[in-house]
């Protein structure tokens, strides 16, 4: 079982930075795969960026080169660094964990079984 808590969200002007954080607790973290997703209104939900054990990632199209996602298993946190945010990157971010895995991790989001409850960016122009 694992717990996640995300932090960080709120609003940012085009072109500027954001950086979440997902706080986890539990038995497995350090060995799963860890992803973030979003979810805008009226829009499905979307995988931004995963991370495997070893600190492989994997990101969107739409973020790379942009976003960063990194992982501090001392600390049990995950974290997402948005930078150059554009107004479509407005959304619900969740932070994800797929506890079936440790590698090759991928951006499908009904492969994750634990879900945090959100936090809200939004980004104006």
């Known amino acids: 079982q694992v717990q996640l808590v995300e932090s960080g969200g709120g609003s940012a002007q085009s072109g500027g930075s954001l950086r979440l954080s997902c706080a986890a607790s539990?038995?497995?973290?350090?060995?799963?795969?860890m992803g973030w997703f979003r979810q805008a209104p009226g829009k499905v939900r979307e995988g931004v960026a995963a991370i495997d054990r070893d600190g492989d990632t994997i990101y969107a199209d739409s973020v790379k080169d942009r976003f960063t996602i990194s992982r501090d298993n001392a600390k049990n946190t995950l974290y997402l660094q948005m930078n150059s945010l554009k107004p479509e990157d407005a959304a619900m971010y969740y932070c994800?964990?797929?506890?079936?895995?440790?590698?090759?991790?991928?951006?499908?989001?009904?492969?994750?079984?634990?879900w945090g409850q959100g936090t809200l960016v939004t980004v104006s122009s």
């Open positions: 539990g038995y497995g973290y350090r060995s799963y795969c």
């Open positions: 994800a964990a797929d506890s079936t895995r440790g590698s090759w991790c991928y951006l499908a989001g009904t492969l994750y079984k634990y």
